[in-house]
Each structure stands twice: as C-alpha cells, then as structure tokens.
C-alpha cells in the first residue's frame, strides 16, 4: 500500500497498521523473536513451547485456559502455567488470565502439574 | 554466599534469575539453600523463610523429592499443615521438613524435570495449602 492508495480519512498509524497487518499473516515463533529482542508482530498465529512441545494459538491474547488446551493439559486445574520471559524468571499465569503474546520478551511457557502427594 | 559444590548450569541461570540470594552446601548430603524465599500466602506465619532441596545422589537423573524450611511454618489461623511434622538438623538449624511427593502419574522426568521446576512445585505447594484448606 503506499501513499497514493492511502485512504483519505486514514491516519499515518492506522496506515501502519494495515500494512502490518497486509504483510505479516503467517506464524511467529515466540522464542526466535525473544532472541532478537522484538515484540512479535500481528500475525495469523504465534507458535510457542509448553515445556519441551512447540504448539499454537491463533489470537494474541489467549486465556491460561487456551493456551494448557493447545498443548493438550486438561483440565487446566490440574496444571500450573508460568510464562518464562526472556532473561527473567518465570510468572505464574492465574486461572482465566490472558496473556499478551506480543509483550516483548515473551519466550515460551512451563507447565507442572499439581498432583503431588502429601506424606 | 556458599558454593561448596557445583550445580549444572542451567540450575544456575535458574538461581540466578529467580532473585533470591542462594547457597550450595554440604552437610551430610549436598543442599541448595535460597534465601528470604516468599511463602506466597499472607496466612502463613511468616512472609519469607530459608527454603533447603537436598540434591539427591544422581541428580539430575535421580529425582528432587521434598522442600525444608526454616523458621518453620505455620498457619495463623492454626491449623495444621499436614505432612510437616518431621524435621532435618542443616547447617546448625533445625529445618522443618514439608513431605511432598511426585506421583506415578506424573514422575520426575530426566531432561523435564531440574532444580527450577522443583523450586516452582515448591511454590505450588505453599499456594496449594490456602486452596485446599482456606484461611478460616
């Protein structure tokens, strides 16, 4: 899209983002764009790891819900989900708390379960 | 701080970004102690305590079993903390130790499973101790 074909009432960010959003439709995987130090940009779907296992979600802001589901860990009560950030430690992600996988630094999750036994 | 033994390196970077000042000692069996660890739950008697993982012979094959901590907790409600009865004498304090196992469902798993996971099992089980039971 350039200039010319810029439509008369659209602003230079909103411009920005269509053209983000026209070219950058395919997968981002979280822990290439956490090495390069880059917020993810728009896509059709974000590809991260659940521990050892790559999966992915089609929305940037999936729930701690979608995210235990992608990788198969149900009921997600059973599990706990930290989101591991880039040279930092590890958040614990509540129930139905949404987590923002374009936040810069975000490089993947670790998910334990809750079994353990007293005794 | 203490290094009296060497932890693998990906246990260090673990330590190291978890933000508690943390110790390697050798006291019968090798231990690893962090320091003004946050008990996650204001029910509990105390906001931070020393938490102790004895590294186990073979580790990180062999699996890490059980947290120690001192002071040791309590509920300020009063009631009891199940499977916390016993405790383990550890570089001249007495630690209180808190029984909690992994299950056959889901095993310690070589190469899955290290010290940092553990410690956020650890966690877990101060949370899991509100939920289970909450603060009457």
Known sequence: MNEQARPPDMSGEELADAIREEILEEIADLEEYAKLGKAPPRCRGYRFRVNRDRHEVHEDKPTRETILEAAGLTPAGDWTLRLKLSGGGYELIKPGERVDLRRPGVEKFKALPRDQTEG | MRRQFELPEED?????????????????????????????????????????????????????????????????????????????????????????????????????????????????????????????
Not at chain 2, 72 to 87: H, P, Q, S, Y
Not at chain 2, 97 to 112: E, F, I, K, L, M
Request: proline share 5%; charged share 20%; aromatic share 12%.
């Open chain 2, 12 to 136: 260090r970077a673990f330590l190291d970004a978890y933000g508690c000042p943390w110790e390697t000692v050798v006291d019968g069996s090798p231990w690893v102690l962090l320091h003004g660890f946050a008990t996650q739950d204001a029910g509990y008697n105390h906001d931070a305590v020393t938490a102790a993982i004895r590294i186990e012979t073979g580790y990180p094959k062999a699996a890490l079993d059980m947290v120690y901590f001192y002071p040791a907790l309590a509920r300020k409600d009063g009631r009891a903390i199940g499977a916390t009865e016993a405790t383990q004498s550890l570089d001249g304090k007495v630690f209180q130790r808190w029984s909690r196992h992994y299950t056959a469902a889901n095993p310690w798993v070589v190469g899955q499973h290290n010290l940092g996971t553990h410690v956020l099992m650890v966690e877990d089980w101060l949370m899991r101790e509100f939920e289970k039971c909450p603060a009457a």
